[in-house]
């Protein structure tokens, strides 16, 4: 049975970071590609970023580039989201994602798994 547990998030301040990560059980971890989205109160669930099985590429949306970071440990299954300069619309619940079949996506519909999610809020 494949489980994804989001841990990590809390309340910080604006302009501060966080890091957040996602372990990853009951899946061969280094053959999928992953995927962080978000969702706020009231929206819809978006992408942040996504990362291919190796790492070697990775994908950001416009609203994560340049201030977030997505990376992988294959050794300890699990998927990292360095998150700096947090701004208060980044509150949300953050979650991982796993696209088994695919090379990461920013689509949520081709995920297979995901986690519970994480709350992150941010204060002005």
């Not at 053959?31 to 669930?45: D, S, T, V």
């Not at 050794?75 to 949300?92: F, G, I």
């Amino acid at each position: 049975q494949v489980q994804l547990v989001e841990s990590g998030g809390g309340l910080v301040q604006a302009g501060e970071s966080l890091t957040i990560s996602c372990a990853a059980s009951g899946v061969t971890f280094s053959r999928i590609a992953m995927g962080w989205f978000r969702q706020a109160r009231g929206k819809e669930r978006e992408f942040t970023a996504a990362i291919i099985w190796s790492g070697g590429r990775t994908y950001y949306a416009d609203s994560a580039k340049g201030r977030f970071t997505i990376s992988r440990d294959n050794a300890k299954n699990t998927v990292y989201l360095q998150m700096n300069s947090l701004k208060p619309e980044d509150t949300a619940v953050y979650y991982c994602a796993a696209d088994v079949w695919g090379s990461g996506s920013s689509d949520p519909s081709v995920h297979d798994y995901w986690g519970q999610g994480t709350q992150v809020t941010v204060s002005s």
